[in-house]
Protein backbone atom coordinates (compact mmCIF):
# COMPACT_ATOMS: atom_id res chain seq x y z
CA UNK A 1 0.00 0.00 0.00
CA UNK A 2 1.74 3.37 -1.15
CA UNK A 3 1.69 6.55 0.80
CA UNK A 4 -1.19 8.35 -0.45
CA UNK A 5 -3.41 5.02 -0.05
CA UNK A 6 -1.94 4.79 4.14
CA UNK A 7 -3.68 8.42 4.37
CA UNK A 8 -6.70 7.95 2.83
CA UNK A 9 -7.60 4.61 4.80
CA UNK A 10 -6.38 6.39 8.45
CA UNK A 11 -8.77 9.46 7.02
CA UNK A 12 -11.56 7.29 6.82
CA UNK A 13 -10.99 5.51 10.29
CA UNK A 14 -10.48 9.14 11.95
CA UNK A 15 -14.24 10.01 9.93
CA UNK A 16 -15.95 6.57 10.85
CA UNK A 17 -14.64 7.57 14.88
CA UNK A 18 -15.87 10.95 14.77
CA UNK A 19 -19.27 9.67 13.28
CA UNK A 20 -19.51 6.90 16.22
CA UNK A 21 -18.60 9.35 18.74
CA UNK A 22 -21.20 11.84 17.49
CA UNK A 23 -23.89 9.38 16.95
CA UNK A 24 -26.34 8.00 20.23
CA UNK A 25 -27.80 4.54 20.48
CA UNK A 26 -31.55 4.89 19.76
CA UNK A 27 -33.64 3.97 22.98
CA UNK A 28 -34.08 0.42 23.66
CA UNK A 29 -37.73 0.36 25.45
CA UNK A 30 -40.88 2.66 25.74
CA UNK A 31 -39.41 4.52 29.48
CA UNK A 32 -36.52 5.53 27.77
CA UNK A 33 -38.17 6.53 24.93
CA UNK A 34 -40.33 8.97 27.23
CA UNK A 35 -37.60 9.91 29.70
CA UNK A 36 -35.24 10.59 27.04
CA UNK A 37 -37.40 12.76 24.38
CA UNK A 38 -36.49 16.19 25.77
CA UNK A 39 -32.90 17.29 25.00
CA UNK A 40 -30.50 15.11 22.70
CA UNK A 41 -32.66 12.81 21.78
CA UNK A 42 -35.10 14.45 19.32
CA UNK A 43 -37.77 12.37 16.98
CA UNK A 44 -41.20 12.24 15.87
CA UNK A 45 -43.51 10.01 17.42
CA UNK A 46 -46.48 7.99 15.94
CA UNK A 47 -49.56 7.98 17.07
CA UNK A 48 -49.64 3.95 17.36
CA UNK A 49 -46.62 4.40 20.32
CA UNK A 50 -48.78 7.50 21.51
CA UNK A 51 -51.30 4.96 22.50
CA UNK A 52 -48.65 1.94 23.32
CA UNK A 53 -47.42 4.32 26.09
CA UNK A 54 -50.71 5.90 27.40
CA UNK A 55 -52.11 1.92 27.44
CA UNK A 56 -49.03 0.89 29.68
CA UNK A 57 -49.38 3.93 31.53
CA UNK A 58 -45.82 5.49 30.62
CA UNK A 59 -47.77 9.14 29.93
CA UNK A 60 -51.00 10.42 30.84
CA UNK A 61 -52.74 13.16 32.03
CA UNK A 62 -52.87 14.09 35.45
CA UNK A 63 -56.44 13.66 35.77
CA UNK A 64 -59.29 11.97 33.16
CA UNK A 65 -63.24 12.25 33.68
CA UNK A 66 -64.81 8.64 33.48
CA UNK A 67 -68.44 8.30 32.23
CA UNK A 68 -69.92 5.25 33.35
CA UNK A 69 -72.65 5.09 30.86
CA UNK A 70 -73.27 2.32 28.27
CA UNK A 71 -72.37 3.13 24.44
CA UNK A 72 -74.28 3.12 21.62
CA UNK A 73 -72.78 0.96 19.00
CA UNK A 74 -73.65 -0.63 15.69
CA UNK A 75 -74.39 -4.42 15.92
CA UNK A 76 -75.99 -6.53 13.55
CA UNK A 77 -78.51 -7.20 17.07
CA UNK A 78 -79.02 -4.15 18.88
CA UNK A 79 -80.08 -3.63 22.32
CA UNK A 80 -83.62 -4.39 23.46
CA UNK A 81 -86.15 -1.95 23.45
CA UNK A 82 -85.96 -1.55 27.62
CA UNK A 83 -82.32 -0.34 27.10
CA UNK A 84 -83.42 2.46 24.93
CA UNK A 85 -85.81 3.11 26.87
CA UNK A 86 -83.36 3.77 30.08
CA UNK A 87 -80.86 5.34 28.03
CA UNK A 88 -83.49 7.88 26.39
CA UNK A 89 -86.03 7.92 29.42
CA UNK A 90 -85.42 11.86 29.38
CA UNK A 91 -86.05 12.70 25.81
CA UNK A 92 -88.98 10.02 25.57
CA UNK A 93 -90.61 11.69 28.06
CA UNK A 94 -90.15 15.63 27.26
CA UNK A 95 -91.11 14.65 23.20
CA UNK A 96 -93.98 11.81 23.91
CA UNK A 97 -91.63 9.49 21.68
CA UNK A 98 -92.59 5.92 22.20
CA UNK A 99 -89.62 3.22 21.38
CA UNK A 100 -91.19 1.00 18.57
CA UNK A 101 -91.21 -3.02 19.75
CA UNK A 102 -92.89 -4.16 16.34
CA UNK A 103 -92.66 -3.69 12.72
CA UNK A 104 -95.41 -1.79 12.55
CA UNK A 105 -94.91 0.42 15.43
CA UNK A 106 -91.08 0.77 13.54
CA UNK A 107 -92.96 2.25 9.98
CA UNK A 108 -95.52 4.59 12.09
CA UNK A 109 -92.47 6.22 13.46
CA UNK A 110 -90.84 6.76 10.15
CA UNK A 111 -93.76 7.89 8.94
CA UNK A 112 -93.86 10.97 12.05
CA UNK A 113 -90.26 11.07 12.47
CA UNK A 114 -88.66 10.99 8.99
CA UNK A 115 -89.06 13.24 5.93
CA UNK A 116 -91.74 11.73 3.15
CA UNK A 117 -94.46 11.88 1.23
CA UNK A 118 -98.01 10.06 2.10
CA UNK A 119 -99.73 7.86 -0.63
CA UNK A 120 -103.00 7.19 -2.10
CA UNK A 121 -103.10 3.99 -1.01
CA UNK A 122 -102.42 4.94 2.69
CA UNK A 123 -98.61 3.81 2.45
CA UNK A 124 -95.86 6.33 3.12
CA UNK A 125 -92.81 7.25 1.13
CA UNK A 126 -89.83 7.99 2.97
CA UNK A 127 -87.07 10.12 1.51
CA UNK A 128 -84.31 8.60 1.00
CA UNK A 129 -80.68 9.29 -0.88
CA UNK A 130 -78.21 6.61 -2.17
CA UNK A 131 -75.31 9.10 -1.90
CA UNK A 132 -75.54 13.40 -1.77
CA UNK A 133 -75.37 13.43 -5.67
CA UNK A 134 -78.37 11.33 -6.45
CA UNK A 135 -82.10 12.41 -6.18
CA UNK A 136 -84.62 10.78 -3.87
CA UNK A 137 -85.19 7.67 -4.38
CA UNK A 138 -88.84 7.40 -2.06
CA UNK A 139 -89.16 3.67 -0.36
CA UNK A 140 -92.32 2.82 0.49
CA UNK A 141 -92.31 2.64 4.32
CA UNK A 142 -94.27 -1.06 3.73
CA UNK A 143 -90.76 -2.39 1.62
CA UNK A 144 -89.21 -2.20 5.48
CA UNK A 145 -89.34 -4.15 8.32
CA UNK A 146 -85.79 -2.42 9.68
CA UNK A 147 -83.54 0.38 9.01
CA UNK A 148 -81.18 -1.63 7.65
CA UNK A 149 -82.74 -2.82 4.70
CA UNK A 150 -82.38 0.58 3.07
CA UNK A 151 -79.09 -0.29 2.06
CA UNK A 152 -79.97 -3.49 -0.06
CA UNK A 153 -82.84 -1.30 -1.85
CA UNK A 154 -80.29 1.74 -2.90
CA UNK A 155 -77.52 -0.56 -3.56
CA UNK A 156 -75.10 0.77 -1.06
CA UNK A 157 -72.77 -0.23 1.82
CA UNK A 158 -70.66 -3.71 1.95
CA UNK A 159 -73.17 -5.84 -0.43
CA UNK A 160 -73.42 -3.18 -3.02
CA UNK A 161 -71.59 -0.04 -4.11
CA UNK A 162 -70.30 0.79 -0.81
CA UNK A 163 -71.37 4.00 1.08
CA UNK A 164 -74.49 4.95 3.26
CA UNK A 165 -78.09 5.97 2.35
CA UNK A 166 -79.45 8.94 3.91
CA UNK A 167 -82.54 9.88 5.06
CA UNK A 168 -84.06 12.78 6.59
CA UNK A 169 -84.74 13.12 10.43
CA UNK A 170 -87.10 15.84 11.42
CA UNK A 171 -84.68 16.51 14.42
CA UNK A 172 -83.22 19.79 14.97
CA UNK A 173 -80.04 20.12 16.72
CA UNK A 174 -79.53 22.59 19.26
CA UNK A 175 -76.52 22.71 21.18
CA UNK A 176 -73.05 22.92 19.60
CA UNK A 177 -71.48 19.18 19.32
CA UNK A 178 -67.56 20.66 20.18
CA UNK A 179 -69.76 22.74 23.09
CA UNK A 180 -71.03 19.36 24.11
CA UNK A 181 -67.72 17.41 23.96
CA UNK A 182 -65.88 19.62 26.48
CA UNK A 183 -68.45 19.36 28.73
CA UNK A 184 -68.95 15.29 28.84
CA UNK A 185 -65.40 15.35 28.46
CA UNK A 186 -65.35 13.42 24.99
CA UNK A 187 -62.83 14.13 22.03
CA UNK A 188 -64.22 12.70 18.97
CA UNK A 189 -67.89 11.09 20.73
CA UNK A 190 -70.99 12.93 20.68
CA UNK A 191 -72.54 10.51 23.29
CA UNK A 192 -75.80 11.61 24.92
CA UNK A 193 -76.26 14.15 23.00
CA UNK A 194 -79.81 12.77 21.79
CA UNK A 195 -80.33 11.60 25.19
CA UNK A 196 -80.66 15.08 26.62
CA UNK A 197 -83.72 16.58 25.24
CA UNK A 198 -82.82 20.35 25.42
CA UNK A 199 -80.02 19.72 23.24
CA UNK A 200 -82.10 19.12 20.27
CA UNK A 201 -86.03 19.95 19.04
CA UNK A 202 -88.61 17.87 17.10
CA UNK A 203 -90.65 19.10 14.02
CA UNK A 204 -93.68 17.79 12.21
CA UNK A 205 -92.32 18.95 9.01
CA UNK A 206 -89.67 20.83 6.30
CA UNK A 207 -91.36 23.98 7.24
CA UNK A 208 -89.62 26.59 8.85
CA UNK A 209 -86.25 24.73 9.62
CA UNK A 210 -83.41 23.63 7.59
CA UNK A 211 -83.73 19.80 7.58
CA UNK A 212 -80.33 17.71 6.73
CA UNK A 213 -79.37 14.60 4.66
CA UNK A 214 -78.19 12.25 7.21
CA UNK A 215 -76.24 8.96 6.79
CA UNK A 216 -77.90 5.64 8.28
CA UNK A 217 -73.73 5.26 9.95
CA UNK A 218 -73.56 9.00 10.71
CA UNK A 219 -71.50 8.99 14.20
CA UNK A 220 -73.09 12.37 15.37
CA UNK A 221 -77.05 10.86 14.53
CA UNK A 222 -77.04 7.36 14.96
CA UNK A 223 -77.57 7.72 18.27
CA UNK A 224 -80.87 9.95 17.45
CA UNK A 225 -82.15 6.95 14.71
CA UNK A 226 -81.82 4.90 18.12
CA UNK A 227 -84.08 7.08 19.78
CA UNK A 228 -86.31 7.54 17.45
CA UNK A 229 -86.63 3.85 16.05
CA UNK A 230 -85.13 1.64 19.04
CA UNK A 231 -83.64 -1.32 18.01
CA UNK A 232 -85.09 -1.11 14.52
CA UNK A 233 -82.32 1.36 14.07
CA UNK A 234 -79.64 -1.32 13.83
CA UNK A 235 -78.04 0.69 16.69
CA UNK A 236 -77.38 -1.14 20.21
CA UNK A 237 -75.36 -0.37 23.41
CA UNK A 238 -71.63 -2.16 24.26
CA UNK A 239 -71.53 -3.18 27.69
CA UNK A 240 -68.59 -1.21 28.23
CA UNK A 241 -67.28 2.11 30.43
CA UNK A 242 -66.31 4.34 28.25
CA UNK A 243 -62.99 6.61 29.23
CA UNK A 244 -63.30 9.90 27.96
CA UNK A 245 -60.30 12.60 28.11
CA UNK A 246 -61.37 16.34 27.43
CA UNK A 247 -59.16 18.41 25.01
CA UNK A 248 -57.35 20.07 27.21
CA UNK A 249 -56.24 17.37 29.21
CA UNK A 250 -55.00 15.48 26.28
CA UNK A 251 -53.10 18.36 26.08
CA UNK A 252 -51.32 18.03 28.95
CA UNK A 253 -50.42 14.06 28.36
CA UNK A 254 -48.57 15.25 24.76
CA UNK A 255 -46.49 17.97 26.87
CA UNK A 256 -45.73 14.72 29.11
CA UNK A 257 -44.10 13.35 26.23
CA UNK A 258 -41.94 16.89 25.18
CA UNK A 259 -40.80 17.33 28.49
CA UNK A 260 -39.88 13.36 28.96
CA UNK A 261 -42.51 13.01 31.80
CA UNK A 262 -43.81 9.82 33.46
CA UNK A 263 -47.38 9.33 33.93
CA UNK A 264 -48.18 8.68 37.83
CA UNK A 265 -50.64 6.21 38.31
Known amino acids: MNRSSKKKLEKAKRRKARLAKGRRAAPSSLKSRVAKARGEYTRSITLGELSEMYDKGLIAPPEYKTMDKR ?3 FWDKSGS ?11 LEAYGITIPSTIQEFRDNLRKYFGGVPTDDGDWLLDVRSDSTTGNKMVPISKLEKLGDLYELTGTGFGGA ?3 PMIV ?13 EETGQ ?17 ENYDGWNPAWVELDSKL ?8 LGEFS ?14 D ?3 KMLRSILEGKEASV
Not at 81 to 91: G, W
Not at 187 to 203: K, Q
Request: overall charge negative; glycine content about 10%; aromatic content about 14%.
Open 249 to 251: QLN
Open 234 to 247: GYGFEDTRSDRVAP
Open 187 to 203: IMGVWGYFADPDNFTLH
Open 81 to 91: TKEHEEYFAKS
Open 221 to 228: WRECLGLL
Open 169 to 181: PLCEPLKDTQEFR
Open 71 to 73: VPA
Open 162 to 164: GGS
